[in-house]
């Protein structure tokens, strides 16, 4: 289940001088999966992956990889659901790299892309919630579980379902890490290459990673009223009396105009406990006339603040 914030309350201190938004992703006491866009990400099939205790990782499908690890506040996902939506969501913590190459397994060659990658999917634990992602290198199955729960350490748990009759390889530049622990029987070539040897059923790799370098300090973008009409409310309410699918802002504020509240239709004032209740539950009183088309609520789409400035807006139309 994803858990939006739905007021502005501070979240934890691994976030400074920073405020949650309404379109937060949270995490509770199970481990959540988000697919999504994420900023400065290797490639457009992201998995954002967030553990309790606030230690989360991001898993590119396209090249099969985890790639990069926070720590902190999870997601803001106001990309994906503002206006149209569609756009990168931000991690709330600073990135440390993993060292990973962009496609770090390899069949046979350390020193070859493979030609055919072939992501799978995922499989969650019935108690945690932790996935296993399933995957494919030219041809050769791999089972890949992450375990981030402790701050700066990463592990790499592979299962390999049909063992290779030739050695593969993991490529991870052991430069951009503290320390890389190999389990037994895997060897460390160069300052890259990590070698599986041929039969091997499981493997792990332990990565320590650099702590991050600065303390993560939130921007907050501050929406003028204009722009958030613009984003969430123009398709539907015009500002020049004309009659879309909801009534129009012209002339709205300040004036008496019969709703149906509770199947009961009566006049209300419109004032800005009456915009507000509109934003958050619009159901409740809907205005004579436009109850054909239900408006969804968006109390985890603005923030408290951004409500305020939208009816702090529309009251001068």
């Not at 981030?148 to 052991?174: C, G, H, I, M």
């Not at 019969?258 to 507000?276: C, H, I, M, T």
């Not at 054909?292 to 009816?311: D, G, H, Q, W, Y």
Request: aromatic share 10%; net charge positive.
């Amino acid at each position: 289940m994803i858990h939006l914030l739905t007021n502005l309350t501070l979240i934890s201190s691994c976030v400074s001088l920073a405020y949650a938004q309404a379109t937060d992703i949270t995490v509770q006491d199970k481990t959540l999966i988000q697919r999504c866009l994420i900023d400065d990400a290797p490639s457009t099939r992201m998995i954002a992956v967030g553990n309790p205790g606030g230690f989360n990782y991001a898993f590119d499908a396209l090249h099969c990889a985890p790639v990069f690890a926070w720590s902190g506040g999870f997601l803001d996902f106001k990309g994906e659901v503002n206006g149209r939506g569609g756009n990168p969501s931000k991690v709330l913590g600073v990135r440390q790299s993993l060292g990973t190459d962009t496609i770090p397994f390899r069949v046979k060659k350390s020193d070859v892309a493979p030609e055919a990658i072939k992501f799978h999917g995922y499989r969650r634990d019935a108690e945690t919630g932790e996935p296993t992602f399933t995957y494919a290198i030219d041809g050769f199955p791999v089972e890949q579980k992450v375990d981030f729960t402790t701050a700066n350490v990463v592990t790499l748990n592979f299962t390999f379902p049909k063992p290779s009759e030739s050695k593969n390889y993991y490529r991870v530049d052991v430069a951009q890490v503290d320390k890389v622990e190999l389990s037994e029987g895997l060897t460390l070539s160069g300052k890259q290459v990590i070698e599986f040897p041929a039969g091997a059923t499981t493997a792990k790799i332990t990565l320590h990673l650099k702590p991050a370098n600065k303390k993560f300090v939130r921007k907050i973008v501050k929406l003028s009223g204009e722009q958030i009409y613009k984003m969430h409310c123009n398709a539907c309410h015009s500002l020049d009396g004309s009659k879309l699918i909801g009534p129009s802002f012209k002339g709205f504020f300040g004036k008496k105009h019969n709703v149906v509240r509770n199947g009961q239709e009566q006049q209300v004032l419109v004032d800005a406990a009456y915009l507000k209740e509109s934003i958050t539950d619009p159901q409740a009183a809907i205005v004579k006339g436009y109850e054909a088309v239900p408006m969804p609520s968006f109390s985890k789409v603005l923030s408290k603040r951004e409500i305020e400035t939208l009816v702090k807006y529309l009251s001068k139309l």
